[in-house]
């Protein structure tokens, strides 16, 4: 079992999550972590740590800048997938900047071993958690990732998950019969948990663990913030900005990732799965009654009413 941590600037952080790792009660079997050229303390703190654990921490040398969080991760699990001497069954994805619970591992890998029971370990699976949001400090801002963001682990349907992913990478372990699928490096992607997640339900199966098994440190530093999706502002805010550039940006990876999966798997898609991927792309190509047409028929939907009606009104605004 291998932990796999991307870094950059993590000086602050890094440590207490290091820490945490090496003490869980089920011991991974190494941490392979990938630094994106941070210019800080990050290298210096992993070197320290690799002299004080000998053997349990490896380093990635990379001589080019991945371009961001999923970037630097899809950048190592294709290393690990094109790796022939691998030989670990299972891997955990690591934030620089969380703090997992002591049992974290070993409550993620009761529950690998039931749904590979069940489904055969030759069957690619995820299986994840849910975490407490906690502030900068630890100090806890809400009990479940899973209530404060509105997330259903339940919805792994591919029409739900193109939509909204409900994984979060830190609090994700995958095993040995996804890394086929994660060879090669799809050239677009909203976040590399949200491809995972998606190569789960196609290929294979998604499970999840209801108890919290890590801290997620909410911080100004944060690629992706947890966000209480009982504002409502924020979708009043997509409709009188609607030009906005980020949000045009998150729709173009959104639907760039599900093209991606279209023609990266044309001989692995069975003809459902193509179907719902071609009417999802084919979305922000009409006006609102396609658009809401297409989201009915193939219930595209959101977690929330607010978030569905919304799609309805924004999700041309990026084609």
């Known amino acids: 079992m291998k932990v796999l941590m991307a870094t950059y600037q993590g ?16 011991k991974p079997g190494g941490i392979l972590i990938s630094d994106d050229l941070s210019t800080d303390g990050t290298v210096e703190i992993i070197r320290d740590y690799q002299m004080r654990y000998p053997g349990q921490i490896q380093i990635m040398d990379n001589e080019q800048a991945s371009g961001g969080a999923a970037a630097n991760f899809l950048r190592m699990l294709s290393r690990e997938a094109e790796n022939e001497s691998c030989r670990e069954k299972y891997f955990l994805l690591s934030d620089q900047d969380d703090v997992w619970m002591p049992d974290k591992v070993e409550k993620l890998l009761e529950k690998m071993e039931e749904m590979e029971l069940c489904f055969g370990a030759d069957t690619p699976i995820l299986v994840h958690s849910d975490m ?24 792994t349907a591919l029409n739900q998950l193109l939509v909204q992913n409900p994984v979060t990478g830190g609090a994700a372990m995958f095993n040995r019969a996804m890394l086929p699928y994660l060879k090669r490096i799809p ?12 190569l789960a339900c196609c290929f294979g199966q998604i499970g999840y663990v209801k ?37 045009k ?3 173009r990876k959104m ?31 009409g006006n609102v009654f396609t658009r809401s047409f297409l989201i009915k ?10 978030g569905t009606i919304a799609q309805c009104f924004t999700m041309g605004i990026g084609r």
């Open 211 to 247: 108890e919290p098994l890590s801290f997620y440190r909410q911080h100004q530093g944060n690629t992706l913030g947890a966000r209480d999706r009982k504002d409502i502002s924020q979708y009043s805010e997509r409709f009188t900005q609607e030009k906005d550039r980020q949000v």
């Open 255 to 285: 639907f760039g990732q599900a093209a991606c999966l279209l023609e990266m798997f044309p001989d692995q898609l069975n003809g459902e799965q193509k179907e719902v991927l071609r009417a999802f792309l084919r979305i922000p190509c």
């Open 132 to 155: 407490k949001v906690a502030g900068a400090d630890l100090s806890e801002i809400h009990p479940s990732f899973f209530a404060y963001q509105h997330i259903s682990p339940e919805r």
């Open 187 to 198: 050239e677009t992607c909203f976040m590399h948990d949200w491809w995972l997640a998606l």
């Open 11 to 26: 000086e602050r952080y890094l440590g207490r999550q290091l820490d945490s790792i090496l003490g869980q009660t089920v």
């Open 249 to 251: 940006e998150n729709y």
């Open 297 to 306: 028929k193939y219930h595209f939907y959101k977690n929330t009413l607010a």
